[in-house]
């Protein structure tokens, strides 16, 4: 699949999630950016901003296998991973979870305890799972799209930081213009169902070997010398501003430098710019900073404090 041909079908992809999912156009782009980079995605929004849609209709577009896991506070490793039986009278048959799936939502994803949670964290780093001492690969296209809610904090455990840093995105999904949740209401008096996907009114755009071949397009994306210098320096700073006391780590380069590749692909270039990069930004970087205590009292967000740092380095220039 040439360049062109990968933009294309990236567009494609695009066009059938918004054609679904309704006033989120950038969680929409920042999502597809994420899968066709190999990334991680945490999704953060209240209830009812289309987290699940986003992630159900993301797998129907790509023909992926889509699974569903509720993450509650009794829910143990293996519920996830999947467990090991007796089969006979001495042998024993690993018997797969729903972690092993194309595209897995992790629902609610900070109300499992801390065990659980790091059963899912080995699988998203390593993308095998390990039961009973022995490996178990998943399979190549395997995604995690996890949620949560912004201002529920009773009953949930917050994700550490090792745990975040394994997202390559943080996507924010807020509320709908008013225009948008009036044809939202309207395409329910038409007959649309989010729990019903047979009611979307969208046909498979790739399968996962399409999926597969538009990963390996974005790999051949050109970043120049000076693109790669100035996602350093954006990572870099983040370290010393006085806003923040935890700045973005190594990997967080390597995950921006992936998504900038993503964006151009998805904007139909063979090679990266600025633009990318600072559209991107945001998303990558907001999970892995933590502002000063006393200017988040003040009401700084990390998104503000990321704004201010990007403003500070100057962009290269063609």
Known sequence: MDGSEAGRSAAAVLAALRRVVLGQEPATREALVAILARGHVLLEGVPGTAKTLLARTLARALSVRYARIQFTPDLMPSDITGVSVLAGTQDFVFRPGPIFADLVLADEINRAPAKTQAALLEAMQERTV???????????????FATQNPIEFEGTYPLPEAELDRFMLKIALGYPAEDTERGILDRHLAGFESDAPETYGIEPVLDAAGLEALRRAVESVRVEARLVAYITSIVRA???????????????????????????LLGGRDFAIPDDVKELAPP????????APELELEGVTPDAALKAVLEQIEAPTA
């Open 284 to 291: 990558v970087l907001r999970h892995r900073i933590a502002v």
């Open 238 to 264: 983040t370290r010393e501003a006085p806003s923040l006391t935890l700045g973005a780590s190594p990997r967080a380069g390597v995950a921006l430098l992936k998504a900038t590749r993503a964006a151009a």
């Open 130 to 144: 390990t039961v009973d001492g022995s490996p178990h690969p998943l399979p190549p296209a395997f995604t995690v």
